[in-house]
C-alpha cells in the first residue's frame, strides 16, 4: 500500500512538474514582430538583385551590392530571432553565462535550420558568379540561380513560419530571346 501511494505522488508531482511550465511558456506559433519588415526588406532588396539581371542588356555587376545586403537581411532574421542560427561550439575557455541555457526565445520550426543554410547558400552561390572578376556571367544560368533562390526562399518562409510579404514574392521574368 505504501508503495502505491508512493508511486502515485511520484506520477502526480511529475505530471504536474511537465504540464505547468508548458502552460506559462509563451505561443512559439508566431514569429516576433520584427521579422514582418524584415521579410519585406528581403524581398524589396532581392527585386533589385532581379531588375539589375533582367535589364536590358542585363547588368550582373549591379547585382553584387543587393545580394550583400541580402546577407545582412538574412543576418539581421537571425539577430531577432526570426530565422535559426547553426549551431556552435562554444570557445574553450569562456564560461557560459549564467541563464543561457534557459533563453528560448523563438526561432521557428525545426525543418528551418536546414533551409535557412540552403538560403544562404543559394545567395553565396549567385553572388560568386556576378562579383567582379568572376568572368562573364550566361544570363540564363544566373536567372536560373534567382529562380533556385526564390524557390528556397518560398520553403524558408513555410517552413520558418515567417510572415509573407506584402504582395508575395518577385517572379523572374525571362529575357527576351531567352528561355524562361
Known amino acids: 500500500m505504501k508503495k502505491t501511494v508512493t508511486v502515485i505522488s511520484l506520477v502526480a508531482v511529475m505530471f504536474t512538474a511537465s504540464v505547468v511550465p508548458a502552460a506559462s511558456t509563451p505561443d512559439r506559433d508566431d514569429p516576433p514582430a520584427a ?18 539581371l533582367t535589364a536590358i542588356p542585363p547588368n550582373p555587376g ?10 545582412g537581411v538574412l543576418t539581421a532574421l537571425q ?12 570557445p574553450a575557455g569562456l564560461p557560459v553565462p549564467a541563464g543561457a541555457s534557459s ?17 544562404f547558400s543559394n545567395v553565396f552561390g549567385l553572388l560568386g558568379k556576378v562579383l567582379p572578376g568572376a568572368g562573364l556571367p ?8 534567382v ?9 524558408a518562409l513555410q517552413k520558418c513560419g515567417l510572415p ?7 517572379t523572374v521574368p ?7
Open 35 to 52: 521579422c514582418a519588415g524584415l521579410v519585406t526588406q528581403l524581398v524589396d532588396t532581392l527585386k533589385k538583385v532581379i531588375g539589375s
Open 103 to 119: 533563453d528560448v526565445a523563438w526561432q521557428g520550426p525545426e525543418e528551418c535550420l536546414p533551409v535557412v543554410m540552403s538560403l
Open 147 to 155: 529562380t533556385d533562390l526564390l524557390k528556397t526562399l518560398t520553403d
Open 79 to 90: 539577430g531577432a530571432k526570426c530565422l535559426p542560427t547553426p549551431p556552435v561550439s562554444a
Open 174 to 180: 525571362g529575357l527576351p530571346g531567352l528561355p524562361t
Open 138 to 145: 550566361d544570363p540564363t544560368k544566373l536567372l536560373s540561380l
Open 164 to 170: 509573407a510579404p506584402p504582395g508575395g514574392l518577385p
Open 62 to 71: 549591379n547585382a553584387a551590392a543587393p545580394l550583400g545586403d541580402i546577407l
